[in-house]
C-alpha cells in the first residue's frame, strides 16, 4: 500500500481529517523505514505496537498500539506507561521481540536437511514412509 493511501485510509476508517502538515510528518516518518511497513493493517498487532513505541508521531491507531503492547509483552500494558517508563517499556518490548522472533524464525536449511535424514533413515531400514505417514493419519 503506498503511503498517500494508508493515511487516506485512516482517514476513511476513523472518520477524521488530517491537516496536510500532519499527513507530511506522517508520510516522512513512514518512508524512513523503507520496505518495513510495519504500519499497514495486516501487520501483527505486537509488531506493529513494538516499532510504534520507537516512533515519535502516531502512525497506528492508539487501541491497536496499547492492544499490541500488551499482546507482546503478554501483560496489561498502562497508557502512563508510555510516558513515565518509556525506557524500561523499550527494553521490556526488545526482550519480547527477541523472544518471538525465536519462536518464528527457524533455520529453513537445518529443518530441510532433518527431513532428508529422515528419509534417508527410513530407506536404509526399509520403512515405508508414505504407508507410515497414511497410517497415522
Avoid at 496536510?20 to 499497514?40: F, L, S, V
Avoid at 513494538?50 to 498502562?78: A, C, H, T
Wanted: glycine share 4%; hydrophobic share 40%; aromatic share 12%.
Amino acid at each position: 500500500m503506498e503511503l498517500e493511501e494508508y493515511i487516506a485510509e485512516i482517514e476513511r476508517r476513523e472518520k477524521i481529517t488530517l491537516d496536510p502538515e500532519k499527513k507530511e510528518k506522517m508520510i516522512k516518518a513512514m518512508e524512513k523505514y523503507g520496505d518495513n511497513h510495519w504500519w499497514e493493517f495486516d501487520v501483527p498487532d505486537e509488531v506493529a505496537a513494538y516499532y510504534q513505541l520507537r516512533e515519535d508521531i502516531i502512525l497506528i491507531n492508539p487501541k491497536r498500539f496499547m492492544e499490541g503492547l500488551s499482546l507482546l509483552l503478554g501483560r496489561g500494558v498502562w497508557d502512563f506507561e508510555i510516558y513515565l517508563r518509556k525506557e524500561e517499556l523499550l527494553k521490556e518490548t526488545e526482550e519480547a521481540m527477541e523472544n518471538l522472533r525465536e519462536d518464528v524464525d527457524f533455520d529453513y536449511n537445518k529443518e530441510i536437511k532433518s527431513i532428508k535424514s529422515l528419509i534417508d533413515f527410513c530407506v536404509k531400514k526399509g520403512i515405508n514412509l508414505r504407508f507410515e505417514i497414511e497410517w497415522r493419519k
